[in-house]
């Protein structure tokens, strides 16, 4: 096994050569504080992750744990797969801070350090819930299009808002938004989505007044004003073939103004089939329009998103980013964005007609049930040992009674015995899948008697379910985080904890860290954006 010093390391992640430095601690762990080019490869799910955020298996690897030998399993569970070049960082995250680096806490923290960038650079205008609230009382027109995914927007949502993932805002603002004196103000939960999304609306030179709400949903609360809880998405309207005529042109204007990198489909099918390098392919549409039709091997990865959350879509630092889309519009927007965070980008010279692969991009299929529900009764009533793999908060919210809770990063598989005596439980078949692959590798053998399923299940088999909603504790319980993770739920200071984090993050970067974010400048001056009020 090789291994590298934190002092030896820190070079290599801006030696513009391609690297993966990994966090194969749990989600909970890493959330705690990670270095900013690290990215979350759970131990738990290092059979299934990897093919998705490092595809190319020549690639380098640098593996981070807790200094407690995890990454030494990582590294061997990477090397039976077939990764080639597999690093472990000496002492794990302690030894990085005894060498003087900062760990982060959070999660997209190149992402979120970057929207505050962006705001700090182009000078994003931005109003006060206040203010946003004052000008909904007074009536007219005004259009508030929350940027988050349709999902985040169910959780909840701002009075009057419309659902409008970021890239899709100028894609579809021409039909939701026709008249140009129209002024738009663009939120999310906190800050960095309402940023990124009021400055693509300002390069695309929209004429509408736009502005961000100010630290979005959360700075809404703060100001002592309710939100909306599971309001339902209303359906984007769709361009017609004068939009998509202009969408085509704007896209062109774009690439040439911000000097965007493009590549065809026969320099892609070469890149995807050269071994020496990592490309991925993301088609930055909405997850509907990839399914009626993709570009093949694309992965559906709608361009807020990506730029929101890179850290979950990609793990490998100067790779190839290759994104699609119909009209080169939400790739070309997208691709301005991922620059400015130091990735290579190239939009995809394809249309429609390229897009002949359909279908969900679905995730691994994960462990299969070995058992089923009567069969699960009689491993109970005969007194077999029930452990449940679920992840931790999955399982303090309820499971079968007197199941204990496992997490492959702390499993002791010898300690239950006879594998033929235990059952395995649990929600999730990929994280069942690597319990029984932990099993197999500590002792040689792993449990045979393997059913996945969720409370309801088990009490619709006539089974007891429990719920113990302290247990796991914050501090077994790794793979969850505890960092401001209710501020969404009514906690006013976890929210007021959260702004206070997200507003200091430039301040932490080093200069190495600091010197890869540059929001890209067009050659045409973009118009600054005017308050709505």
């Known amino acids: 096994m090789k291994t590298i010093s934190a002092a030896a390391l820190k070079p290599f992640l801006t030696d513009g050569q391609e690297i993966a430095f990994l966090?194969?601690?749990?989600?909970?762990?890493?959330?705690?504080?990670?270095?900013?080019?690290?990215?979350?490869?759970?131990?738990?799910?290092?059979?299934?992750?990897?093919?998705?955020?490092?595809?190319?298996?020549?690639?380098?690897?640098?593996?981070?744990?807790?200094?407690?030998?995890?990454?030494?399993?990582?590294?061997?569970?990477?090397?039976?797969?077939?990764?080639?070049?597999?690093?472990?960082?000496?002492?794990?995250?302690?030894?990085?801070?005894?060498?003087?680096?900062?760990?982060?806490?959070?999660?997209?923290?190149?992402?979120?350090?970057?929207?505050?960038?962006?705001?700090?650079?182009?000078?994003?205008?931005?109003?006060?819930?206040?203010?946003?609230?004052?000008?909904?009382?007074?009536?007219?027109?005004?259009?508030?299009?929350?940027?988050?995914?349709?999902?985040?927007?169910?959780?909840?949502?701002?009075?009057?808002?419309?659902?409008?993932?970021?890239?899709?805002?100028?894609?579809?603002?021409?039909?939701?938004?026709?008249?140009?004196?129209?002024?738009?103000?663009?939120?999310?939960?906190?800050?960095?989505?309402?940023?990124?999304?009021?400055?693509?609306?300002?390069?695309?030179?929209?004429?509408?007044?736009?502005?961000?709400?100010?630290?979005?949903?959360?700075?809404?609360?703060?100001?002592?004003?309710?939100?909306?809880?599971?309001?339902?998405?209303?359906?984007?309207?769709?361009?017609?073939?004068?939009?998509?005529?202009?969408?085509?042109?704007?896209?062109?204007?774009?690439?040439?103004?911000?000097?965007?990198?493009?590549?065809?489909?026969?320099?892609?099918?070469?890149w995807q089939a050269d071994a020496t390098r990592t490309t991925y392919l993301f088609d930055v549409r909405s997850a509907a329009e990839f399914v009626a039709g993709h570009v093949p091997q694309a992965r559906s990865a709608p361009g807020g998103q990506l730029v929101q959350a890179t850290d979950e879509q990609l793990a490998v630092r100067n790779a190839r980013l290759v994104l699609s889309c119909d009209t080169g519009l939400r790739a070309a927007t997208t691709a301005i964005w991922l620059a400015g965070m130091g990735h290579e980008v190239y939009v995809l010279c394809a249309d429609a007609a390229a897009m002949t692969a359909t279908g969900p991009d679905l995730p691994a299929a994960g462990q299969p049930d070995t058992l089923d529900e009567a069969g699960l009764r009689a491993r109970i009533a005969s007194g077999a040992r029930l452990l449940d793999a679920s992840r931790g908060m999955a399982y303090r919210s309820g499971h079968l009674a007197g199941a204990d809770w496992v997490t492959r990063a702390r499993l002791d598989a010898g300690a239950y015995g006879d594998p033929a005596q235990v059952v395995l439980t649990g929600r999730c078949p990929r994280l069942l899948a690597g319990i029984v692959a932990e099993w197999r590798a500590q002792t040689g053998a792993a449990p045979e008697a393997v059913i996945c399923g969720d409370p309801a299940r088990w009490q619709a088999a006539g089974l007891a379910v429990e719920v113990t909603p302290d247990q796991p504790d914050e501090a077994a319980c790794i793979d969850h985080l505890f960092f401001v993770h209710d501020r969404h739920d009514g906690n006013l200071e976890a929210a007021r904890r959260y702004l206070e984090w997200e507003l200091g993050l430039l301040a932490q970067l080093d200069p190495q860290e600091r010197g890869v974010l540059a929001p890209l400048r067009p050659k045409t001056p973009v118009r600054e954006l005017t308050d709505a009020t």
């Not at 990670?34 to 299934?48: A, G, M, Q, T």
């Not at 992750?49 to 380098?60: E, F, G, S």
């Not at 970057?114 to 009536?139: C, M, P, R």
């Not at 709400?213 to 339902?232: I, K, P």
Request: aromatic letters at 6%; charged letters at 20%.
């Open 23 to 270: 966090d194969v601690r749990e989600h909970g762990q890493y959330g705690e504080g990670h270095p900013f080019f690290c990215v979350n490869l759970p131990y738990s799910r290092i059979e299934d992750l990897p093919a998705r955020l490092v595809p190319n298996k020549a690639a380098r690897c640098v593996l981070l744990d807790d200094g407690d030998g995890v990454a030494a399993r990582a590294a061997a569970a990477l090397a039976r797969l077939g990764y080639s070049d597999v690093t472990v960082l000496e002492g794990g995250a302690p030894a990085w801070v005894a060498a003087g680096y900062t760990l982060f806490k959070g999660v997209n923290v190149p992402s979120k350090a970057f929207g505050e960038l962006v705001e700090h650079e182009l000078g994003t205008v931005s109003i006060s819930a206040e203010e946003l609230k004052a000008q909904q009382a007074a009536g007219g027109d005004l259009l508030v299009l929350d940027g988050r995914s349709e999902p985040e927007f169910h959780k909840m949502s701002l009075p009057g808002a419309q659902s409008c993932p970021n890239a899709e805002l100028g894609y579809r603002l021409p039909k939701l938004a026709p008249d140009p004196a129209t002024p738009v103000v663009i939120n999310c939960a906190g800050r960095t989505r309402s940023i990124i999304g009021a400055q693509t609306l300002a390069l695309l030179g929209v004429p509408n007044p736009v502005v961000a709400l100010r630290n979005g949903t959360q700075g809404w609360r703060l100001a002592g004003f309710d939100l909306v809880q599971g309001a339902t998405p209303a359906p984007l309207p769709l361009p017609d073939a004068a939009d998509l005529a202009a969408h085509r042109a704007k896209a062109r204007a774009l690439i040439a103004d911000y000097a965007l990198a493009e590549v065809d489909l026969t320099t892609l099918a070469a």
